[in-house]
């Protein structure tokens, strides 16, 4: 096992040498992990994804095929070329759905800049998101190519409202050609209907596409106001409304502010019809924003928007939560000791003095978010963070998770106020829609 890691590690980072100067961090990373790999046998661990208004970026995603219904599968075979747009969203039946119903755009528009060809194969869209398919053709043989510094503007090249995106590392098919889709969200209503896709290639230096298309399809989503107030072990929750759009179905719910139990997240929100087919949350994407200033927290879960039910329930039964004044922890980074843990589940911390800090657990199957939030020295100054990460490691035959933090140089003592921790509170909800 240790020595097929490293030959992966090695692999990648052999790879990731043709990329250009801005991507020196992403080189370093793999340097590093070729040497953890080394000495502990290391896998990438998966860490939840959320997004309010910046880019949240996924820059190893990996997608794979699944079953479809028949009439997709006859579309499928029918369709010269098609089934990379069958991969890419393989696995969100919502989109699946979407593009069984006719929904899916075709652009077929490209732009050639050197050995590189960019193509714009279409676009699945609705009032408050795009995720564009793009097929990236190199004349030459190359192991890789990815697109860096995405952005999508309106024709007058205005960006579109703040929102988040997420792009994958795109799959490579035949013919040196290279499959991916980058998904932008926002929460006001996205009105143009011509835009510009711009990207940078790499690895290769200087090369950028500017590619103008157009997405027509904008139908009004399927809203249900539902303002009913659920408890979970006491911890009362507000369910606001819940929206169904094309690309996605947007829970918009609040936690009441008297809640003697901080909440970090719903862990098992779903759609459930009639006849117990589910519509869970989004694997391949932004999960959840906010709260926004009004406390208000929206979960992103897969669209039934082309496929509404006669019966129709909302559930979930699984919080991540901690008593309020239990929801941090307290480390001395001289000693590199954790002295306030509130269910002692981290054994190892380390800190480094260039500014980074490290905690490991036994390695949990439900748990992936990484668990940092504000960090604050002695004096109750909040300390400049930096990038996050979160890994599974092999240490002494023993699986653990380990989290890293990248801080400002300090010393002393500091609290972490704690965004996740493995800690659940349970009790079956279910609310009825229609």
Avoid: C
Wanted: glycine fraction near 8%.
């Amino acid at each position: 096992m240790k020595d097929s890691i490293e030959h992966e590690l090695e692999k990648w980072k052999e790879e990731y040498q043709e990329f250009d100067s801005n991507l020196d961090k992403i080189d370093a990373a793999i340097d590093q992990g070729f040497q953890k790999a080394k000495q502990k046998g290391s896998k990438l661990k998966p860490v939840m994804m959320t997004a309010i208004t910046t880019a949240a970026v996924l820059l190893f995603g990996f997608i794979a095929i699944i079953n479809f219904s028949p009439r997709f599968q006859e579309q499928v075979s029918q369709v010269p070329g098609i089934n990379k747009i069958v991969e890419l969203i393989s696995q969100d039946k919502g989109l699946e759905t979407a593009y069984d119903h006719d929904y899916y755009e075709p652009i077929g528009m490209s732009q050639k800049q050197g050995d590189y060809e960019l193509t714009i194969d279409g676009v699945i869209r609705d009032q408050h998101g795009l995720i564009v398919f793009y097929t990236i053709k190199s004349d030459e043989s190359k192991r890789r190519l990815y697109l860096g510094d995405i952005s999508i503007t309106d024709s007058n090249g205005e960006r579109l409202p703040g929102g988040s995106s997420s792009y994958g590392s795109p799959e490579k098919g035949d013919n040196n050609e290279f499959s991916g889709t980058y998904k932008y969200f926002s929460q006001e209503p996205i009105k143009a209907k011509q835009f510009v896709f711009n990207a940078k290639l790499s690895p290769s230096n200087g090369i950028h596409f500017s590619i103008p298309f157009e997405a027509q399809k904008n139908p009004d989503p399927i809203q249900y106001d539902i303002n009913e107030e659920v408890t979970v072990q006491g911890q009362s929750i507000l369910i606001e409304s819940i929206d169904i759009h094309p690309t996605r179905t947007a829970v918009q719910i609040q936690y009441d502010a008297s809640n003697d139990m901080k909440i970090f997240g719903i862990e098992d929100m779903r759609l459930v019809d009639g006849s117990g087919e589910e519509w869970g949350g989004i694997s391949n994407g932004t999960t959840r924003t906010g709260p926004d200033d009004e406390g208000y927290i929206s979960y992103y879960l897969e669209s039934n928007y082309f496929d509404i039910p006669d019966e129709l329930y909302l559930e979930f039964s699984k919080l991540q939560a901690l008593p309020k004044d239990e929801a941090y922890l307290k480390l001395d980074l001289d000693q590199d000791k954790i002295l306030f843990d509130p269910y002692n589940q981290f054994v190892d911390f380390e800190y480094e003095s260039h500014g980074y800090l490290t905690l490991s657990m036994k390695a949990n199957e439900e748990f992936y978010s990484v668990p940092f939030g504000q960090v604050i020295n002695e004096s109750g100054n909040e300390i400049e963070t930096n990038h996050s990460h979160g890994t599974t490691e092999i240490v002494d035959g023993e699986e653990r998770d380990t989290y890293g933090q990248s801080i400002e140089r300090t010393e002393g003592i500091v609290t972490v106020e704690l965004s996740a921790y493995p800690h659940w509170i349970e009790e079956p909800v279910r609310i009825k829609i229609k």
